[in-house]
Antibody, heavy 122, light 108 residues
């Protein structure tokens, strides 16, 4: 069974940092690219970042570029999102989503985790 | 950046009716790399359609996608209470990948 389990969310002060993790199981982790997608309370989906299966290609939304870093550790079957300089606008549920292929730009997100809530507030 | 605009914002329909959801892009979606997702209340999104018209694994044929270029449609036939959800389109052909703002489908 495919499973994606996000962790690392919580309350953080403005200007602070947080690292999210997504532990994957039930499939060949290295054969897939991944995305992070977030959803502010009561709002729609916002794509945040993506990383290829090799880890060599990454893309970011303009709203997080320079502040967030997506990475992966294939030895641990784990995806990460390092978030710095957080502001209230980053408050959201953050979803880890598997891309159905090893590359990013020709395949959809075919499986999603349950999400982890990040709240940025003083 | 490709902006996706979904319409209508909300659809309120009766069981058994059909629904037509629209997704319009500000530029041509590369190779039809357009997906539709369903998000029921309190749940994570689920992939319904990808590559404009291909149903994802396990998705019933009451869901169908069509379109090309900048105009895409998700059609849901014979609505059931379980179809109450927000539906999002996403283009994954040109970075940054983008989502539409969603269409809420309510079953009366």
């Amino acid at each position: 069974e495919v499973q994606l389990l996000e962790s690392g969310g919580g309350l953080v002060q403005p200007g602070g940092s947080l690292r999210l993790s997504c532990a994957a199981s039930g499939f060949m982790f290295g054969s897939h690219a991944f995305s992070w997608v977030r959803q502010a309370p009561g709002k729609g989906l916002e794509w945040v970042a993506a990383i290829s299966g090799s880890g060599l290609t990454t893309y970011y939304s303009d709203s997080v570029k320079g502040r967030f870093t997506i990475s992966r550790d294939d030895s641990k079957n784990t995806l990460y999102l390092e978030m710095n300089s957080l502001s209230a606008g980053d408050t959201a549920v953050y979803y880890c989503a598997r891309i159905s292929m090893i590359v990013i730009l020709i395949a959809p997100n075919d499986f999603w985790g349950q999400g982890t809530l990040v709240t940025v507030s003083s | 950046e490709i902006v996706l605009t979904q319409s209508p914002g909300t659809l309120s329909l009766s069981p058994g009716e059909g629904a037509t959801l629209s997704c319009r892009a500000t530029q041509i979606v590369n190779s039809g790399y357009l997906a539709w997702y369903q998000q029921r209340p309190g749940q994570s999104p689920r992939l319904l359609i990808y590559d404009t018209s291909t149903r994802a694994t396990g998705i019933p044929d009451k869901f169908s996608g069509s379109g090309s270029g900048t105009d895409f449609t998700l059609t849901i036939s014979s609505l059931e209470p379980d179809d109450s959800a927000v539906y999002y389109c996403q283009q994954y052909g040109i970075p940054p990948l983008t989502f539409g703002q969603g269409t809420k489908v309510e079953i009366k």
